[in-house]
């Protein structure tokens, strides 16, 4: 490095006055990073990140040169309160899905680390659930679900009506290994309440299971699929034979039995 001679000027706020630019915390640069590929990345105060690049590939920079006519892409605003709640990946692990506490779904490339794309759902969310034996991607807000069919080849992500399904508030959802039934943990009205949801379609109410003592916050599928597991804010297990459809002793579920999560982590 021979001098400090400015090569370029990026300016983020232009036709407006310099000014009120300075007065406004989306204009003022906070952070710079220069990326792979005559990349510019750009953090404001705001939030807000920008992408711009430092010149035309193999073309060289002019000292002094103002880049007014430069392309600043946006590429998205982080706030304190949109912080990430869940994060899951497709189907062969090229894209990674993120959702905030405040329903902002995010996805990554995960070869270049770009945002391919973005949508801001304004309303409390839970987590994100990615389909392994499709393209489909789960949100799992509040008090509904919505079912995104997630086009590898073109990365829209197009809303899937039949799915659609509006529930009581949510504490937590898992699909099983063959993502045939998705297990919806509630809290209804009167009590604690998890339903079984077939998938093959739409999401069919294939059963109800009530009579908890309090609030659930984890369900837990086995992976032959054939045993649900509730767990309650006391720590208190309640498993559940989904073929007969009756609740069982922990005491007397076999401990070899394999869980995709967690399983009886409560449990002495």
Known sequence: MKSLEKLKTVNLARNMDPQAAVNNPEF?????????????????RSGSIYETSISDQNQAVRPGQVAEKAPIKKWMRCID???????????????????????????????????????NYHKAAHKVLSFKHSNRVLLVFESDLLVLDSNPETNTFDELPRYTTKTNQISDAKL???????????????????ALYDTEGSFTKKLSLTAFKSALKYIDFSADSNYLL????????????IPTQRHILAEGLDLKVEWLGEGLRSYP
């Open 28 to 44: 003022n640069v906070q952070s710079v990073c220069i990326g792979l590929f005559n990349r510019i990345i750009i953090g404001t």
């Open 81 to 119: 309160h949109e912080t990430p709640r869940s994060v899951a990946m497709d189907m062969i692990s090229s894209r990674t899905f993120a959702l905030t506490a405040k329903g902002l779904f995010i996805v990554w490339d995960n070869a270049t680390l770009d945002v391919i794309y973005s949508k």
């Open 176 to 194: 099983d290994l063959e993502e045939k039934f998705l297990g919806v943990a509630m809290i209804s009205a009167t009590s604690p309440e998890v």
């Open 230 to 241: 509730c767990e309650d804010l006391r720590g208190e297990v309640y498993p559940f034979e």
